[in-house]
């Protein structure tokens, strides 16, 4: 299984990015979906994360992103974004979505519940 991350780039204090994430064939409808972020000499951090609910998708949200981000998937069950808006300097960072078994995930997921990685995609924001 592998997973494409892709929509990052530069961009000013402010400004919008929508990163894309592409898993095999419907395997977002199925299993959990998280984006993990590590700043330039930083922890990795989580992010935000999608999994479905019987009919319903749950998100969840690091406590820095603050209303600014929303994590959603598409109806093929194949693609996540993660919509990114009033990015600041500090939202710099590597990207990454990663792919867990399904089932529920605490407020703030560890990364070690989702073993299977993306490449990562590089957002830089400048002031």
């Known amino acids: 299984v592998q997973l494409q991350a892709s929509g990052g780039g530069l961009v000013q204090a402010g400004g919008s990015l929508r990163l894309s994430c592409t898993a095999p064939?419907?395997?977002?409808?199925?299993?959990?979906l998280a984006w993990f972020r590590q700043g330039p000499g930083k922890e990795r951090e989580f992010v935000a994360a999608?999994?479905?609910?019987?009919?319903?998708?749950?998100?969840l949200y690091g406590d820095f992103v603050k209303g600014r981000f929303t994590v959603s998937g598409d109806n093929t069950g194949n693609t996540a974004h993660l919509q990114m808006n009033n990015l600041m300097p500090e939202d710099t960072a590597v990207y990454f979505c990663?792919?867990?078994?399904?089932?529920?995930?605490?407020?703030?997921?560890?990364?070690?519940?989702?073993?299977?990685w993306g490449q990562g995609t590089e957002v830089t924001v400048s002031s």
């Open positions: 999608i999994r479905r609910e019987g009919d319903d998708d749950v998100t």
């Open positions: 990663a792919l867990g078994p399904p089932g529920k995930i605490g407020p703030t997921p560890h990364s070690i519940l989702f073993p299977i």
């Open positions: 064939v419907r395997a977002l409808s199925t299993n959990n």
